[in-house]
């Protein structure tokens, strides 16, 4: 798309009406403090530390065990197709038309053995949000990393035995670092759930190098790579992403506060669009890690010195790297035009 406004500077009341998906969030991310204590306190179940307290996290590890903790709490139907909506309805607020939800089975202690449930309690939720003209939302189930090849098998027979409309792809996530890779373990899986027509989303090159972004790539088949920012450390797998075009699901706030990168200064988002990968931005877990994807968006401004191209580049990958049907796609990308025409117009009146 060729424009005549690139070095603009946008606001965030123009950010926000940018059209944008998003490929890269957790549900289990989405808790607000004050729903989790009254959840808490009507559960009976212990606080890990007060409520203004809540969401200081300190490293990765401690972030994991506050997911399996939070997701505890969600022990009833209603209270997850709550929580569902309430994703859609924060998407929407941030100028969102689509996301890929990303959720664990492992982390949900109320919902096993039942996930099929689970699946048509998050369903009613966001059915009731597009229905109230909110956001469109496709789910990706997801593995945690240190379950068992046994384990992936039987998760991608229920998902090809279930076929529900929602459910759109596989993936893997969790803490790389402790389980030292877990590409060859979750080949079978992953090859399994390609063939049934599920698309595939991997955790990789985070708590792990450049060698998680190869074997997701190689040994697991992805689509997509959930973070990837780690592939810098190798230009091989830097290369390889470019050359097969697998677009990564980059996540900002997430990479500082979590202590992937000390800083900006240090993250490799700039070098690896250099570089010709497919970088979208994400949200990774809003609620928890205090961002917006409106945020995320004007770090990649403030930060990174993005032109409005860039940031226009950024949201139209999002929309191609997305699992919604090619028609949705088509869609999303049409709303584009007019936004741009719109910021045109503003600034052709400013001259």
């Known amino acids: 798309m060729e424009w005549n406004v690139n070095q603009t500077t946008l606001s965030r009341a123009q950010m926000v009406s940018l ?22 306190l009507s559960s009976g179940i212990p606080m890990p530390r007060k409520q203004d307290e809540l969401l200081n996290f300190n490293g990765l590890a401690d972030f994991l065990d506050f997911l399996d903790w939070s997701c505890s709490l969600v022990s009833s139907r209603e209270r997850l197709a709550q929580l569902s909506y309430s994703y859609a309805q924060r998407l929407s607020r941030d100028g969102g038309l689509y996301a890929d939800l990303i959720f664990n089975p492992t982390h949900w202690k109320a919902w096993r053995g039942r996930l099929g449930d689970m699946i048509d309690a998050i369903d009613a939720g966001l059915r009731a949000a597009e229905e109230d003209g909110l956001a469109s939302v496709g789910l990706c189930v997801s593995l945690l990393c240190r379950q068992t090849a046994a384990e992936a098998s039987e998760l991608v027979d229920f998902l090809t035995a279930l076929r529900h409309p929602r459910v759109v792809a596989l993936s893997v996530d969790g803490n790389e670092a402790v389980t030292k890779g877990s590409g060859a373990r979750f080949a079978q899986a992953f090859a399994q759930a390609g063939r049934a027509g599920l698309k595939r989303t991997v955790h990789a090159g985070e708590s792990s190098g450049a060698e998680g972004v190869r074997d997701a790539i190689l040994l697991l088949g992805a689509d997509r790579i959930d973070h990837g920012v780690r592939a810098i450390d190798d230009p091989a797998v830097v290369e390889l992403l470019a050359e097969r075009r697998i677009p990564i699901g980059v996540c900002l706030t997430s990479n500082i506060k979590l202590g992937v990168y000390p800083g900006y200064a240090e993250h490799p988002l700039r070098r690896l669009r250099d570089a010709g990968v497919i970088a979208t931005i994400n949200t990774d877990d809003p609620v928890l890690l205090h961002t917006t994807l409106v945020d995320e968006y004007l770090i990649c401004q403030s930060e990174f010195a993005f032109s409005t191209q860039d940031i226009v580049d950024v949201a139209l990958n999002a929309f191609a790297a997305s699992f919604a049907g090619d028609e949705a796609k088509k869609e999303y990308r049409k709303k584009m035009a007019p936004w741009v025409a719109s910021l045109n117009t503003e600034n052709g009146d400013k001259r």
């Not at 944008?20 to 607000?32: N, P, Q, T």
């Open 19 to 40: 059209p944008k998906a998003e490929v890269h969030v957790h549900l289990e991310g989405c808790f607000e403090p004050e729903q989790l204590s009254a959840w808490a």
